[in-house]
């Protein structure tokens, strides 16, 4: 998934959180590949889209499947762009919906 967009507004909402709160001194690359990978893979979940569970993934790919079928969200929203320029942030929102 190609996440390059053209924001309107200066501020990310990770950006304002590290202003706040700090941010991590490092994140190892392979934690950044598995939060991009679990991203991406549930939203083809929620979509209804094929997909496979790589394996480096496959714990929380189960994990997921486990939850919706506990809890039975209904998702709205599934990665939605958000740019609001009157409030000055931008990002992209998981999921909104009802548990």
Avoid at 54 to 80: M, N, V
């Amino acid at each position: 998934m190609d996440r390059r967009i053209a924001w309107k507004s200066a501020w990310s909402v990770t950006r304002l959180l590290n202003a706040k709160f700090g941010s991590p001194v490092h994140v190892p690359p392979e934690a950044l590949l598995r939060g991009t990978l679990v991203h991406e893979w549930s939203a083809a979940y929620d979509l209804g889209m094929p997909f496979t569970e790589p394996e480096p993934i496959k714990g929380w790919c189960q994990a997921y499947k486990q939850f919706t079928y506990d809890f039975t969200p209904s998702w709205e929203r599934i990665e939605e762009v958000t740019d609001s320029e009157e409030l000055g942030y931008h990002g992209i929102v998981d999921r909104t919906g009802h548990l």
